[in-house]
Nanobody
Framework: VQLQASGGGLVQAGGSLRLSCAAS????????LGWFRQAPGKEREFVAA????????FYADSVKGRSTISRVNARNTVYLQMNTLKPEDTAVYYC??????????????????WGQGTLVTVSS
């Protein structure tokens, strides 16, 4: 699976961004698509994930209620809509793919495929 993330940028606190992750190479029906982020000097952390087949979603507590993960099957694309952004949301955001039933999707371990990352900067 090849993943191409886009949509990052500079936004003021309180603003919104929508990240996109275009997938290619394989059918995604057996995969979980996730978003992770990594701030400078910090470990990569889980943000959100979606089961491509069922649409079931998972969120980190830090973004729950402010973010929505979704997918458009026909476009093979997963989106992360982020609202009410805070300076602490500043990070490089990565999309990733994990096979279903391969582990805890809120951790890095199950994810075999990673996109290149897109930078989100939230100014105060």
């Amino acid at each position: 699976v090849q993943l191409q993330a886009s949509g990052g940028g500079l936004v003021q606190a309180g603003g919104s961004l929508r990240l996109s992750c275009a997938a290619s190479g394989r059918t995604l029906s057996s995969y979980i698509l996730g978003w992770f982020r990594q701030a400078p000097g910090k470990e990569r952390e889980f943000v959100a994930a979606i089961d491509w087949t069922s649409g079931v979603t998972f969120y980190a507590d830090s973004v729950k209620g402010r973010s929505t993960i979704s997918r458009v099957n026909a476009r093979n694309t997963v989106y992360l809509q982020m609202n009410t952004l805070k300076p602490e949301d500043t990070a490089v955001y990565y999309c990733a793919a994990a096979r279903r039933l391969s582990g805890d999707y809120r951790t890095i371990r199950p994810y075999d495929y990673w996109g290149q990352g897109t930078l989100v900067t939230v100014s105060s």
